[in-house]
């Protein structure tokens, strides 16, 4: 648990019973579940830090009904591809650890394997789900991580910073960046808005980084529970940007057949 720097003064932690202690005497203490809060409350104005019990409830009922299971092999294929024997993965933005459980028990025991996230909600979910994966509530743009001490960094649907990327990557270390396309969820938006909009893609630049691939992965859903419908508007962005009379559209109805459709983008650190 000592690999993560205290977020004050950037020193290694060693363990003292239930706390992680710096030279300069910082402490933070370990959960129950294991994991450690080394979120600075100067790094954020809001009052509610990433995604909240709602989203995560509904992303770990929606994802653990299967549907995203496509995405998730063929990441963890992509990933086993350049791991090597005692691979050390961090999850940046790891929610509630679907993604980072299943790339874990796919590396083996030799990888190290661990996962932040500002919200403490989902990383405390992601506790759960997995005792092994080791875990901390923390910032993407102030990363508490040693300098070039990755192997392989995977940033899914969340904020990303190429500079601290670049910081933490080993050089030649690998990025794995997953985010939604334009139309992602279009037969759903088009239900829920007169004038449905698509997404915006950033930039695939990125300052220190070589994009070697790009992979379109695509595939249908077919929610035949009002229930699949409900999860998957919750654990997204629109459901907080959705009227009322929006989101009464959607619990109307009893089925849906919508699109995902993701962009997997891989790097290597320069």
Not at 168 to 197: A, I, M, S
Request: aromatic share 10%.
């Amino acid at each position: 648990m000592n690999f993560f720097t205290c977020p004050i003064c950037k020193s290694p932690f060693e363990q003292k019973d239930r706390s992680l202690v710096c030279p300069n005497r910082h402490c933070f203490d370990l959960s129950k579940k294991g994991y450690v809060n080394l979120l600075r409350p100067s790094k954020s104005g809001s009052v509610r830090h990433g995604d909240d019990k709602l989203m995560v409830a509904a992303r770990s009922a929606f994802l653990g009904a299967g549907f995203y299971d496509m995405l998730r092999d063929t990441l963890t294929e992509k990933i086993l591809t350049c791991a090597k024997d005692g691979t050390v993965l961090l999850d940046a933005g790891c929610g509630e650890g679907f993604y980072t459980a299943h790339i874990r028990k796919a590396l083996g025991e030799n990888a190290s394997v661990y996962g932040i996230d500002v919200s403490r909600d989902a990383i405390h979910a992601a506790s759960v789900r997995d005792k092994n994966l080791r875990l901390a509530v923390a910032s993407i743009f102030d990363l508490p991580v040693p300098n070039e001490s990755i192997d392989i960094l995977v940033n899914l649907f969340a904020p990303y910073d190429a500079g601290e990327f670049s910081r933490v990557l080993k050089q030649n270390g690998v990025l794995f960046r997953v985010f939604p396309k334009e139309r992602h969820l279009w037969e759903l938006k088009c239900k829920v808005y007169d004038t449905p909009y698509e997404n915006e893609i950033d930039t695939l630049e990125l300052d220190g980084f070589t994009l070697s691939e790009k992979t379109d992965i695509t595939f249908p859903l077919h929610l035949d529970k009002q229930e699949y419908i409900d999860t998957l508007f919750k654990m997204t962005p629109y459901y907080y940007k959705t009227s009322r009379e929006g989101q009464a559209k959607l619990r109307a109805l009893s089925s849906l057949e919508t699109h995902a459709e993701f962009l997997l983008a891989i790097y290597t650190r320069n």
